[in-house]
């Protein structure tokens, strides 16, 4: 079906905080593209991101990255093999600069990051311009910049991004999506998590739509926006 | 004012003791909030390796056997009665660090026969009388506050400019996005009591050249004290700790030079009773939002 998958996961069940949050759903992320999942609060599509991230041990299940299974690894093995999470609600160290908290994305590497430092300053002038303020002086939108250019620095193959857009102004919001087209357009695949279906249906390749645990629907972007079911459950459309 | 002389060079000097410990205290509280029962013990045990060790081998081994000694005991309470309940509600670790410290003071006993050892070989030259201004002190007066502040100087620079400093800063605000990061949190938080104990054997060394003997309850006073001084100057931060240990050992002796010895601890205390009333964050302390 697909050129390349760079994530699959294979009957994932994970338990969190006592309750099943998922229950066996499995997905491909094909290499370069933008996935989306998204599902109303409490789904457990952050769960699953968790989970990937190795922040989360599951019940059962597989995750295999490039063909290698997550499971059982430490969260920054799976940086060093190149995934990051962008977590939900930003969660910048408001106590470290705006450059310590880049510096710090870097964080495993041992060669030359200045060139991505460069990069992350290019695709976020805002970021230079305050690179020693700390990062909680920032404003939420520059937050959420700060920890999409923090994810960077790890020069990531795969970025997961957890709610966004989250209370962010719609102007910013549509910023946050021009640059994840960006990120991607330089080759990193994106799965992107969104309560925003919208946005995240109209920027996505691929979407799957989850539902108390499972996954219910897949598809392009654009299918599942013209779906019924989408429409009225997560895109607010009335018939 | 000649007469207060000798006191205030003796408060800076225990200032500087006490800011030794009290960095420990206000490291591993930023990082796990946990106040350390134990470090205390840490101090007093750094005590003992030094007469032991005196004893039979030149100073520049025994000194620097302290030191690593101490550190590594650090790191073993860590990894021993920490480590194991990190997803454990608080009170539990707070209890395991209380369990920590009798058990360190008991280990002492069984070692000592319960008996002061006398410092019978204390470090030359820092113990050699010198003249200040006409007040006859020792080396040790001059040497410790120096030495902490020069020991101050390079934490500052480990934990601002350095990757596991920069590491340590993060985790103390956020596990979990300090692992996203790559940061493994199990060797910070290790790394942390390692520089903490490090520092109060450093404390220790300087403080034993004044005293005629280790007992196992040695380390019980200084350790309180030094963690007053951490609650003053605001726990979780370094300045704050220092300051708060420089005042507070000022304040003692300046108490005790204008003749009322009696009073120079309960001062002490009734300073940690007003700080936690009037300004809990201490000084320099951050606010309480994300703490107990």
New interface residues.
Partial sequence: MSMEDILQIRDLYVSYGGIEAVKGISLHVERGKIVTLIGSNGAGKSTTLKTV?G?VRPKSGQILFEGEDLVGR???QI??RGV??V?EGR?V????TVK?NL???A??RKDDYSRDLAWVYELFPRLKEREWQPAGTLSGGEQQMLAVG?ALM?KPKLVMMDEPSLGLAPLIVKGIFSIIREINRQGITVLLIEQNANMALKTADWAYVMQTGSLILEGTGQELADDETVKSAYLGVKK | MQKLLPYILNGISAGGQYALISIGYTLVYGILRLINFAHGDVFMVAGLILVYSSATLPFYFSIPLVLVCTAVLGFVIERAAYKPLRSAPRMSLMISAIGVSYLIQNLAFYLTGGLPQPVTRPIPWVSGMVTVLGASTKRVTLVTPVLTLALVLVLLWLTRRT?IG??M??A???F?????????INSVISFTFVVGSFLAAVGSLLYFTNYPNVAITSGAMPGLKAFVAAVFGGIGSIPGAVVGAFLIGLSEEIIKGLGYSTFSDAFTFALLIVILCVKPTGLFG?SAADKV
């Fill in positions: 991230a922040l430490s969260t920054d940086v060093a990051t999470l977590p969660r160290f408001p106590n470290l310590e510096r710090i994305g964080y495993l923090r790890a | 990757r920069i590491g800063r993060a103390s605000r956020d979990e996005t300090a692992q996203l990061m790559g940061v493994k951050e």
